[in-house]
């Protein structure tokens, strides 16, 4: 089991008053030089003062509270070190372990959607210090599509929301014609459209399934292993259309070999600079999903003491730091509360169910 130090512990302040220390046992000074000394350590309090006032924003600490973690914390990431949820547990974990003054150590535990780490989070005593970064398919599709995975949400508590994403439904206009829903579904009255999404289990699979399920349409996937290998399909024309998560689906949008034209979500999508994609709710189909990361612990954990970490979580998503790191992964915050990230998951539940029993089972 492979364990990895997020940070090491700075130990500046500690060597800073050593050195004082010395400094006060070097010898007797006369009450002039005390008296200007006192004047200049005075000076320099209201300086320091003025600039923790001022830079209170950037501050990873919350108020204190009554937890206090006495043994390191650890997170289990299910996915390998340096994909893109390891690198947003390290970030926000970054700022748990200013905030507490205790090490955070990360574990990657991969295989079976997840289900390995969670396992392995429900062997130990429910403890705060004890948690693991999740995605919503854990408790939603992988349960579905495999019947060896057997999680539960009761036996966890949410503790913090990490990130969430919209995913969208693209075409490539310069190599089908098509431009927006109505033509794509009058296409597909026709012919049969091929679109890329994952492969069976997978969330874009399901949402093309359910999509055109429920319009009518004649479709068939072409699989991959990754949507930018969909997006590659689409610039090529070896697809009419492919769906995938927005952050994913931007770079070619910017490029303008892909044009979004729907988004699977209640509301429209705005986070395209310039344009505005409709919701399928809106287009009369009520299919809404989003990816979803999240901080969770065994049930049972103290309440008191996971509602402090999602407020560590925040704060520290505030400071500059974090901001600088954020940008530098294409990585924005989520920090939904936990009843708000179980809500959704559960809601999610239903749809994945219900999809599932229409078109695959």
Known sequence: MKRRNLMALVLAGVMAASVMG?????????PSETQKEAAKEEASNESVSKDNESGA????????????????????????????????????????????????????????????????????????????????????????????????????????????????????????????????????????????????????????????GEAGLNAEAVTSDGTNKDMLALTSGDVVCAIGNASACQQFIEEGTAVPIAVFSEDAYEGFEGLTVPSVVDLGYDIQFKSCNFLMAKKGADQTALDQIHDMIQAYTETEECKKLAESAKYVPDIADGETVRAMIEDSAKMCQEIYEKYYH
């Open 22 to 30: 010395c400094a006060s046992q070097s010898g007797a000074k006369n």
């Open 57 to 212: 924003a950037d501050s990873a600490a919350v108020p204190a509270g009554s937890w206090k973690p006495d043994h390191d914390i650890t997170i289990r990431v299910p996915n390998a070190a340096g994909g893109t949820m390891d690198t947003i547990t390290r970030i926000l974990g970054q700022g748990i372990q200013q905030s507490t003054g205790t090490t955070v150590m990360i574990n990657n535990l991969t295989g079976a959607s997840g289900a390995i780490a969670a396992n392995d989070l429900l062997a130990k005593d429910a403890d705060p210090c004890e948690l693991m970064t999740s995605g919503i398919a854990l408790f939603t599709l992988a349960p579905l599509f495999n019947q060896d995975i057997k999680v539960s949400l009761d036996d966890f508590a949410i503790v913090s929301g990490m990130v969430s994403e919209d995913f969208v439904l693209c075409v490539n206009p310069e190599k089908s014609g098509i431009h927006n829903w109505e033509e794509l579904k009058a296409y597909g009255e026709k012919e049969r459209i091929l679109f890329g999404s994952n492969t069976p289990g997978g969330t874009t699979h399901m949402l093309g399934t359910a999509l055109f």
